[in-house]
């Protein structure tokens, strides 16, 4: 029996445990299922493939977020899951926008609290039942969230050093600054 025989039972067998609604748009490529799972249903769906004796995903393996900015739910939040048991790979994606918040999946999957602290500082996607939601790669006072496709690239602030005072401050970018340096990364790039 070969690898995409056995997945294909496999996500028969998880697909007759939920509705076409809360589960769907089945894929299998690479030897990797994926599902898109209907956002009110995702930790259940997710504590099923890590319980169900048949599933055992143990492992949480990543958790990111895609910016599509195609309509009201732009974002599409994917979460790749291991079996160490059956030595397979399921992918798990549900859409979503940053207004309201995303389940956080801590309660089935603890690693996935520096995943969520880091798409919530990159993306703004917020995750409810997260007792630790703050940023984890840009600095506390940064604005914005970088992974947004409508982020300015130049960014509002820059950090800079004032040697007088021996300290760090905030100073506004201003349009020509920007345009300075946009042109010598023009330059560098011929």
């Given amino acids: ?12 067998y998880v697909e007759s445990h939920f509705s076409k609604q809360d589960l769907f748009g089945r894929a299998i490529e690479n030897g990797v299922l994926t599902y898109d ?8 769906v997710l504590q099923f493939l ?3 004796p048949a599933c055992k995903c143990d492992c949480l393996l990543d ?18 899951l291991l079996s160490t048991v059956y030595e397979r790979v399921v992918r798990l994606k549900i859409r979503t926008d940053s207004d309201l918040p995303v389940a956080s999946v801590m309660s089935v999957y603890p690693a996935a609290n520096w995943y969520e602290r880091e798409i919530w ?8 039942e997260h007792d630790d939601l703050r940023r984890i790669l ?3 006072g940064f604005h914005g969230e970088p992974l947004k496709k409508d ?4 960014g509002e602030r820059v950090l800079r050093f004032d040697q007088a005072r021996g300290m760090f ?8 600054e920007n345009a300075e340096n946009l042109s010598k990364i023009t330059e560098l790039g011929t």
């Fill in 1 to 12: 029996m070969n690898e995409t025989h056995t997945l294909t039972e496999f996500a028969e």
């Fill in 37 to 44: 799972v209907l956002k009110s249903e995702f930790l259940t």
């Fill in 50 to 52: 890590r319980d169900d």
């Fill in 63 to 80: 958790v990111t977020a895609l910016d599509t900015r195609r309509d009201a739910d732009r974002f599409v939040l994917v979460y790749h």
């Fill in 121 to 128: 500082d990159m993306f703004g996607i917020a995750f409810s």
């Fill in 138 to 140: 840009t600095d506390e």
């Fill in 151 to 154: 982020f300015r690239l130049s």
């Fill in 169 to 176: 401050y905030y100073a506004p970018v201003k349009d020509a």
